[in-house]
């Protein structure tokens, strides 16, 4: 009989395993544009007008090839506006023999369409989502004996399972990693290149003016919408990426500079999360650049490292730690998000730097989100549910299983050390060391203290002071505890109260977790 296949907003892809044995003579593919979805953090504007366009864009293609498609869209008045409610409408529509559904990223819906399955009238199929290098059961696989999950070593056995980058059985070049040569400062006159956008088309304009009508209080622009909603438009991007960008991009992959919101990077992630390109062909099309000699090893294994390490790890690990890990608040931090993550209007400028590009384009790479806003945010102290919530609405490619070991792992040390093996917490120094942005910044980098110091060397030497308990015993603390033992009870006293004020004047204040922006 008849079988009903459900394809969510993220699953946009040819090879989906819910997919793969369709009769396109008497299936129906379910598609449903849902409040329940886009409204569940106030997502930039940008992230569900992508949403749409491209789901939009898919159903069509689909529907070309002769598949019964039944599309939900958002302005639908019989939409229930939930996954589950539409899965319902359809089976009290029409009869199915089954439903067959793929695994979704998202710990949240897998827990209500686990539930779904569980009172459905007909069997419900789940497929696993094999779009990831390394799927969840390798990954617990590999997590059961470690005592800790470091993802340098899982990357080690991603690249001798896919044989990425080897040269035989050892990393091609002799290193694993070539990061020690990624870390150059953008030289004064050097300008990133001019970066493809896509422009939006028509069905791309149409999801653009559904979400200005229907949205109006999400977070920021439209205007400058440039993301590909076609495995086509994807391959233009990815094509140009590796053609003129990638041969650079390890260089700088760490370099901020003001005004400059791509830089080196791939600009691809919302088109991998989405499914409009599939992560490992992104490697293997990266490896080839390097062994026709058109990209060094630096840039090329850095870039593949990104994907083949770093997301498949996070989703390693999200689904290894939830839901526990969505609780976790390792350095009791209490303090609300200051209004100028959604605002910008604030005289650190590179706070106001990487918050207008994520205001204006719903995307900063990954440097500024770690070390700007992240960093930032672990060293007010913000709680964490508010930070996770600002990430997860601000930015175009953020779904909480990458988005949350990001955050709440990575930038804030907020899981206590799973993802990341120390707090990457960094005064003044660092920023000035890798951006141009000090130079114009109304705050003295180099001062220690009082009003018109960075805020970022107000607020270093307090964090270690307040989180002693917490984080003296790591190792990899060592050196600035030792630093910071050696200043002496008196000035320890004096540095902790320099952060509180600081803290408090930048509005990081205790209160209600503050998590909605305008
Ligand atoms: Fe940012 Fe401090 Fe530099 Fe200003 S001085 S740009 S606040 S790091």
């Given at each position: 009989?008849?079988?009903?296949?459900?394809?969510?907003?993220?699953?946009?892809?040819?090879?989906?395993?819910?997919?793969?044995?369709?009769?396109?003579?008497?299936?129906?593919?379910?598609?449903?544009?849902?409040?329940?979805?886009?409204?569940?953090?106030?997502?930039?504007?940008?992230k569900?007008?992508l949403?749409?366009?491209?789901?939009?864009?898919?159903?069509?293609?689909?529907?070309?090839?002769?598949?019964?498609?039944?599309?939900?869209?958002?302005?639908?008045?019989?939409?229930?506006?939930?996954?589950?409610?539409?899965?319902?409408?359809?089976?009290?529509?029409?009869?199915?023999?089954?439903?067959?559904?793929?695994?979704?990223?998202?710990?949240?819906?897998?827990?209500?369409?686990?539930?779904?399955?569980?009172?459905?009238?007909?069997?419900?199929?789940?497929?696993?989502?094999?779009?990831?290098?390394?799927?969840?059961?390798?990954?617990?696989?590999?997590?059961?004996?470690?005592?800790?999950?470091?993802?340098?070593?899982?990357?080690?056995?991603?690249?001798?399972?896919?044989?990425?980058?080897?040269?035989?059985?050892?990393?091609?070049?002799?290193?694993?990693?070539?990061?020690?040569?990624?870390?150059?400062?953008?030289?004064?006159?050097?300008?990133?290149?001019?970066?493809?956008?896509?422009?939006?088309?028509?069905?791309?304009?149409?999801?653009?003016?559904?979400?200005?009508?229907?949205?109006?209080?999400?977070?920021?622009?439209?205007?400058?919408?440039?993301w590909p909603?076609?495995?086509?438009?994807?391959?233009?991007?990815?094509?140009?990426?590796?053609?003129?960008?990638?041969?650079?991009?390890?260089?700088?992959?760490?370099?901020?500079?003001?005004?400059?919101?791509?830089?080196?990077?791939?600009l691809i992630s919302t088109a991998i999360n989405l499914?409009l390109?599939?992560?490992?062909?992104?490697?293997?099309?990266?490896?080839?650049?390097?062994?026709?000699?058109?990209?060094?090893?630096?840039?090329?294994?850095?870039?593949?490292?990104?994907?083949?390490?770093?997301?498949?790890?996070?989703?390693?690990?999200?689904?290894?730690?939830?839901?526990?890990?969505?609780?976790?608040?390792?350095?009791?931090?209490?303090?609300?998000?200051?209004?100028?993550?959604?605002?910008?209007?604030?005289?650190?400028?590179?706070?106001?730097?990487?918050?207008?590009?994520?205001?204006?384009?719903a995307y900063?790479?990954?440097?500024?989100?770690?070390?700007?806003?992240?960093?930032?945010?672990?060293?007010?102290?913000?709680?964490?549910?508010?930070?996770?919530?600002?990430?997860?609405?601000?930015?175009a490619d953020?779904?909480?299983?990458?988005?949350?070991?990001?955050?709440?792992?990575?930038?804030?040390?907020?899981?206590?050390?799973?993802?990341?093996?120390?707090?990457?917490?960094?005064?003044?120094?660092?920023?000035?060391?890798?951006?141009?942005?000090?130079?114009?910044?109304?705050?003295?980098?180099?001062?220690?203290?009082?009003?018109?110091?960075?805020?970022?060397?107000?607020?270093?030497?307090?964090?270690?002071?307040?989180?002693?308990?917490?984080?003296?015993?790591?190792?990899?603390?060592?050196?600035?505890?030792?630093?910071?033992?050696?200043?002496?009870?008196?000035?320890?006293?004096?540095?902790?109260?320099?952060?509180?004020?600081?803290?408090?004047?930048?509005?990081?204040?205790?209160?209600?977790?503050?998590?909605?922006?305008?």
């Amino acid at each position: 009989g008849p079988v009903l296949r459900l394809v969510l907003g993220d699953q946009l892809s040819n090879a989906l395993t819910g997919l793969g044995d369709l009769n396109p003579d008497h299936d129906v593919v379910l598609m449903a544009e849902v409040r329940d979805e886009a409204t569940y953090v106030r997502h930039h504007k940008q992230k569900i007008a992508l949403t749409f366009a491209a789901m939009r864009a898919f159903a069509a293609r689909i529907a070309d090839r002769g598949v019964a498609v039944r599309y939900v869209r958002i302005d639908d008045p019989d939409n229930t506006h939930s996954i589950v409610g539409e899965l319902h409408r359809a089976l009290d529509a029409s009869p199915f023999s089954k439903i067959v559904l793929t695994e979704c990223g998202e710990w949240r819906l897998a827990q209500a369409l686990e539930a779904f399955a569980g009172v459905a009238t007909v069997p419900v199929e789940i497929r696993e989502d094999r779009r990831f290098i390394c799927s969840r059961d390798r990954f617990r696989r590999w997590a059961t004996d470690k005592r800790e999950l470091r993802m340098e070593f899982f990357y080690r056995e991603m690249r001798r399972e896919t044989g990425l980058l080897m040269d035989g059985p050892d990393p091609e070049g002799g290193r694993w990693n070539y990061d020690a040569e990624n870390r150059r400062k953008l030289t004064k006159g050097l300008r990133p290149p001019q970066r493809l956008r896509t422009p939006p088309s028509s069905l791309t304009r149409d999801a653009i003016a559904d979400v200005a009508r229907l949205f109006p209080d999400h977070f920021r622009d439209l205007e400058s919408f440039g993301w590909p909603t076609t495995a086509e438009e994807a391959e233009t991007v990815l094509a140009d990426f590796l053609d003129r960008v990638l041969p650079a991009f390890g260089d700088w992959q760490d370099a901020m500079a003001e005004g400059q919101p791509w830089m080196w990077h791939g600009l691809i992630s919302t088109a991998i999360n989405l499914g409009l390109l599939d992560p490992l062909d992104v490697c293997r099309r990266a490896e080839a650049v390097y062994r026709a000699g058109a990209a060094p090893l630096n840039a090329v294994e850095g870039f593949i490292r990104q994907i083949l390490g770093w997301r498949e790890f996070m989703r390693g690990v999200y689904w290894l730690k939830v839901p526990e890990y969505r609780q976790r608040n390792a350095l009791d931090a209490d303090r609300v998000l200051p209004w100028f993550y959604w605002s910008g209007k604030t005289d650190m400028a590179c706070v106001a730097d990487v918050v207008a590009t994520s205001r204006t384009n719903a995307y900063a790479h990954h440097i500024q989100r770690l070390m700007v806003t992240g960093n930032l945010a672990m060293m007010l102290g913000v709680h964490p549910d508010a930070v996770d919530d600002w990430y997860m609405t601000v930015y175009a490619d953020a779904y909480e299983w990458v988005e949350m070991p990001n955050t709440r792992g990575m930038a804030t040390f907020a899981d206590g050390g799973i993802v990341g093996s120390k707090p990457y917490a960094a005064s003044g120094a660092y920023i000035n060391r890798m951006s141009d942005y000090c130079g114009a910044c109304r705050y003295d980098v180099k001062g220690k203290s009082g009003d018109g110091a960075c805020p970022f060397n107000r607020l270093y030497w307090g964090f270690l002071e307040r989180n002693r308990g917490r984080l003296r015993d790591n190792i990899r603390l060592a050196m600035p505890y030792r630093t910071l033992d050696g200043f002496g009870e008196a000035r320890r006293a004096d540095l902790l109260a320099e952060a509180e004020r600081t803290r408090v004047s930048l509005g990081a204040i205790v209160g209600e977790k503050a998590t909605k922006g305008e």
